[in-house]
């Protein structure tokens, strides 16, 4: 039986040498990510800024002029309204009322269901959400909390179990990971909310399990090859990973593949992230943080570090010997 | 390395098959989970209620109200220590403004003795020697007693206590299904009720501290002082309480009644609901001893007077006294609906809150939606699975093989951990198992990559194995535990969904360890044993 290799063996890209371009590129990215976030905004849910969401599955995807028009009818303040999959389904933001009555929400969005029932028989109210103010500033504040504790612990690992270089590395890595993630939400205009927390620090965890599996490799062929030039030995540790990273990768999309076209709505922005994460944290273990180790001046001492094991004499083999 | 004695073996399948035995009950349907008996008795998991559909509440509690209770408690203190005591201490001018107790004391003689008094109504807070109130003499006559942060946040801690007890108490009353009620953090509680579509009634019901009294009203106070919120001296001023229809309950206006005298609620021992000759809904109560003995002596001195029904600081109704009633049971009237008069009862009967508490989140989700993402999440992990399982198997063969098994017990043994945990399940976490299929064939990716590499490098096939295993593992002990990181950092700071999603991806990083490592090496010896190929495809 003949296996499939995605990878051929011996495969050598020069990936190092391209590294100022992919430097180039990635300061670009990083900073019209920015640019786009600071000037479009992220499209919060109500998680994150406070109010009152509604969400109606409509029989026929309905003109949403319509319904804008049917709310605004009912003088609860400004409406804000989003379609999403099958265009049947309609989320419906609005302000909190001004009352600190216990019912007053509940009022508010009976008064939207009986009005909208009433234009559009059928409708299904699937989901109501009331966030207050204060618990959504908690939200949103725990939220970059979480992203950035998650990021200095990470990078500390790396700096205890490696050395400093590949914990400064990989904080850049990440950092660009989630800031292209950002970028994505400010293009595309989907809803960020809690869960949108949970898939960039699922991006964040991916996008290291990817570095560390370089950054063991480059550690290995640094003790191995002691005489090897620096951007060789990241060229050969990137290359002689490479089939893992790409068949990992693989696998990792084919599972987000099938839950982004089956997984039902909810998920979709959630999958629509983490498949961006997948591709952006493969590009980065391989341009921004194992290229920056050379920066960084990696291995620079490593001519009076302690003598190697009894691998360390292992030799490169060419060509699959039977 | 690939040494595995037949204990060993034992171990590891026996351990694996409990952990897929342990999942089975929960994917039962309910029917026969019921009928199986030790199904019924083994540990499940939950849905969470983006899946079952129901409501949740966020509850905070009132600190600005239970600070302005604590400070009219202590006032009714003091006043009654200064007065008890011997020699009598004469005090005036009291006043509780700006969060302060102050007052002051006539005879500048006893100024010490008052302060010593007055330390005597104070406890000790922790273990710090802290006292949970400050007492300060200014400008020589006046004391000043100032609640302590330490004595804040142990009445907080004690009203929460009894706060989290009375909701659990009247959600139970509502016989939903399996209630989740637990405190978050000093002044939080969480609510969530499976099923509930409408969580009107249940806010209705939680938003009642039912704080109810029974006090004369005071018949000779000036109406016109009344009205405008001027109580007379010895009197409270209360105001109706509103019907919910536009009107007043049981009058206009305020009510001003004796301060002193009353009963309260709190000696209550049941309340439900009745009708009275009328056939209008009304609150039947019954009191203990002492409070049936009060309640007589009240009655019996002031028949001809009305007295007022006092919740929650309005009014419910003032009706007249018409006889004495000595058997200590009395009707709460005041245009009660069915409904609203059945809520009083439940508020009544589960004790009143000792501190109003405010929902400030509420989420309902429809059980439509719910069962449409079960049944969505449920296809794409399937077609997930089926697809990682297929490219596994193109690409590795025999070995791809081994690890498709080790992913397909995994998911198994995830749920039976979850199940063991008593974790719920989410759609995030549904998630969360899609994404794990997806990186627990990455520790097989390794290891497999790494036989071929070794067998580029021309060793033999048991050696290249074993390598492989070996120089694998620590990779992937090091990405496991980077990857956990952000999973704990996920379910410290979480909330809800995404605390789901970190308890998946959690256990199936500590179960895939074992399964895609562990189990597959063993498999893999267990075949060179046996077969002992003169070739691996890999």
């Known amino acids: 039986?003949?296996?499939?290799?995605?990878v051929p063996d011996n495969t050598n890209i020069g990936f190092v040498s391209l590294r100022y371009w992919a430097f180039g590129l990635t300061a670009f990215l990083s900073l019209a990510a920015v640019a786009l976030v600071g000037v479009r905004g992220l499209n919060f849910g109500v998680d994150f800024v406070g109010g009152l969401m509604i969400e109606a599955k409509f029989e026929q995807p309905p003109e949403l002029d319509a319904v804008r028009h049917n709310i605004d009818a009912l003088h609860v303040g400004e409406a804000s309204l989003q379609q999403f999959g099958s265009k049947n389904t309609v989320s419906i933001r609005l302000p909190l009322p001004h009352s600190t009555d216990e019912g007053a929400t509940n009022t508010l969005i009976r008064k939207v269901q009986a009005s909208l029932g009433a234009q559009y028989p059928g409708v299904v109210f699937n989901k109501a959400d009331t966030v207050s103010g204060k618990v959504s500033d908690e939200l949103i504040r725990n939220g970059i909390v979480a992203v950035i504790l998650a990021m200095v612990a990470i990078a500390l690992f790396g700096w205890f179990r490696f050395?400093?270089?590949?914990?400064?590395?990989?904080?850049?890595?990440?950092?660009?990971?989630?800031?292209?993630?950002?970028g994505f939400f400010a293009i595309t205009r989907l809803?960020?909310?809690l869960n949108i927390v949970a898939a960039v620090l699922t991006i964040v965890g991916y996008s290291i399990n990817d570095k560390i599996v370089i950054d063991d490799r480059i550690r290995e062929n640094l003790r191995k090859y002691r005489q090897m030039d620096i951007h060789a030995l990241i060229d050969l540790s990137v290359n002689e990973t490479l089939p893992r990273t790409v068949m990992t990768s693989l696998t990792i999309l084919?599972?987000?593949?099938?839950?982004?076209?089956?997984?039902?709505?909810?998920?979709?922005?959630?999958?629509?992230?983490m498949m961006l994460g997948v591709v952006v944290g493969t590009y980065s273990s391989i341009y921004v943080s194992s290229s920056l180790l050379i920066t960084l001046g990696?291995?620079?001492?490593?001519?009076?570090?302690?003598?190697?094991g009894p691998r360390g004499n292992a030799e490169r083999v060419s060509g699959p010997r039977v | 390395m690939l040494d595995f004695p037949r204990w060993k073996i034992l171990w590891i399948i026996a351990l694996l098959t409990f952990g897929v035995v342990l999942a089975l009950p929960s994917l039962m349907p309910e029917a026969t989970q019921a009928r199986i008996p030790v199904v019924s008795l083994m540990p499940r998991f939950n849905l969470g209620l983006d899946l079952s559909g129901g409501s949740h509440l966020l509850l905070e509690a009132d600190t600005a109200d239970l600070a302005r209770q604590e400070l009219q408690k202590k006032e009714e203190e003091v006043r009654t220590e200064m007065r008890r005591g011997t020699p009598q201490i004469d005090i005036g001018d009291i006043s509780t403004a700006g969060g302060d107790l102050s007052f002051f004391?006539?005879?500048?003689?006893?100024?010490?003795?008052?302060?010593?008094?007055?330390?005597?109504?104070?406890?000790?807070?922790?273990?710090?020697g802290q006292r949970d109130w400050n007492v300060a003499v200014v400008d020589s006559t006046r004391i000043v007693m100032t609640p302590s942060k330490a004595g804040l946040a142990k009445a907080t801690e004690d009203a929460m206590k009894v706060a989290t007890e009375v909701v659990r108490k009247r959600i139970d009353e509502l016989g939903t299904r399996e209630p989740t009620i637990v405190r978050e953090g000093s002044q939080r509680i969480l609510v969530q009720v499976p099923g509930l579509q409408n969580p009107e009634a249940l806010k209705s019901l939680l938003g009642k501290t039912a704080k109810l009294d029974f006090k004369l009203v005071d018949v000779d106070a000036d109406p016109a002082a009344v009205a405008a919120g001027r109580a007379p001296v010895g009197d409270q001023i209360f105001p109706f309480a509103n019907d919910g229809r536009g009107g007043n309950r049981g009058g206009t206006g305020n009510l001003a009644v004796k301060r002193l005298g009353g009963i309260s609620g709190d000696e209550l021992i049941d309340a439900k609901l009745a009708y009275d000759q009328q056939n209008q809904p009304v609150v039947s109560i019954n009191f203990n001893g002492s409070g049936t003995r009060k309640f007589a002596r009240l009655t019996q001195e002031n028949v001809g007077k009305p007295f007022a029904m006092i919740l929650d600081n309005q009014v419910l109704s003032a009706p007249r006294i018409n006889e004495p009633i000595l058997g200590g049971q009395a009707q709460i009237s005041g245009s009660f609906t069915v409904d609203s008069a059945n809520e009083l009862a439940i508020a009544l009967r589960s004790g009143k809150l000792p501190v109003a508490l405010k929902v400030i989140e509420e989420r309902t989700v429809g059980p439509q939606l719910g069962q449409d993402s079960i049944r969505a999440g449920t296809i794409a992990s399937a077609i997930a699975a089926v697809a990682v399982i297929v490219f596994m198997f193109v690409t590795y063969g025999r070995f791809g093989g081994y690890a498709n098994l080790a992913v397909v017990i995994n998911i198994f043994v995830i749920l039976g951990v979850m199940a063991i945990l008593g974790a719920t399940l989410t759609l995030p976490g549904i998630a969360g198992f899609v994404l794990t299929i997806g990186t627990a064939v990455d520790a097989n990716v390794l290891i497999n990559e790494r036989i071929r590499e070794e067998r580029r490098r021309g060793r033999s096939i048991i050696q290249s194995v074993e390598l492989g295993y070996k120089e694998a593992s620590r990779t992937i002990f090091e990405a496991n535990v980077t990857h956990a990181i952000s999973g704990v950092?996920?379910?410290?700071?979480?909330?809800?969904?995404?605390?789901?999603?970190?308890?998946?991806?959690?256990?199936?990083?500590?179960?895939?360890?074992f399964t895609a490592v562990t189990f597959t090496r063993m498999l893999v010896a267990i075949w060179l044993r046996h077969a002992r190929p003169s070739e691996i495809h890999i």
């Open chain 2, 489 to 513: 950092v996920m379910l410290m700071l979480g909330s809800g969904p995404v605390k789901g999603f970190a308890v998946v991806l959690l256990i199936g990083i500590a179960t895939s360890v």
């Open chain 1, 191 to 193: 809803e960020v909310d």
């Open chain 1, 1 to 6: 039986m003949r296996l499939l290799k995605l």
């Open chain 1, 298 to 308: 990696i291995g620079a001492r490593r001519t009076v570090d302690t003598p190697a």
């Open chain 2, 105 to 128: 004391v006539r005879d500048v003689a006893q100024l010490d003795a008052a302060v010593e008094r007055a330390r005597t109504l104070t406890n000790a807070v922790g273990v710090t």
């Open chain 1, 163 to 182: 050395e400093w270089q590949f914990g400064v590395s990989t904080f850049v890595a990440i950092l660009h990971d989630v800031l292209m993630t950002l």
């Open chain 1, 254 to 273: 084919l599972a987000l593949g099938s839950l982004l076209i089956f997984g039902g709505e909810v998920l979709r922005g959630f999958t629509a992230a």
